[in-house]
């Protein structure tokens, strides 16, 4: 299995900045793509930045201009550096990382992956 270990969530004042990262463990052979999903209390999960082996990026309108995702592929490491955060950023943001993992000397399989989710909160 692949494990997505998330960190640099917190609460922030509007305006403010914050800098999630996801390192991803296990026995990866190749990540694909990695990225930031979120949840806020009583709306569904949604996409907010994705970033491919390749750099090739993609993010919600609503975070065009604020959000930077960037990946280290040595480290199998994803960031998202937030600008400009807004009390609608508010929720828990989930890593979110596929991939291939190498099961056997002659064997690989597709894998996809969550972390466990950390709390950004933007509050005055």
């Known amino acids: 299995q692949v494990q997505l270990v998330e960190s640099g969530g917190g609460l922030v004042q509007p305006g403010g900045s914050l800098r999630l990262s996801c390192a991803a463990s296990?026995?990866?052979?190749?990540?694909?793509?990695m990225g930031w999903y979120r949840q806020a209390p009583g709306k569904q999960r949604e996409l907010v930045a994705r970033?491919?082996?390749?750099?090739?990026?993609n993010y919600a309108d609503s975070v065009k201009g604020r959000f930077t995702i960037s990946r280290d592929n040595a480290k199998n490491t994803v960031y998202m550096q937030m600008n400009s955060l807004k009390p609608e950023d508010t929720a828990i943001y989930y890593c979110?990382?596929?991939?291939?993992?190498?099961?056997?000397?002659?064997?690989?399989?597709?894998?996809?992956?969550w972390g466990q989710g950390t709390q950004v909160t933007v509050s005055s």
């Open positions: 979110n990382a596929d991939g291939t993992v190498v099961e056997t000397t002659n064997s690989k399989r597709v894998f996809v992956s």
């Open positions: 296990g026995n990866i052979f190749s990540i694909y793509r």
């Open positions: 970033i491919t082996s390749g750099d090739s990026t």
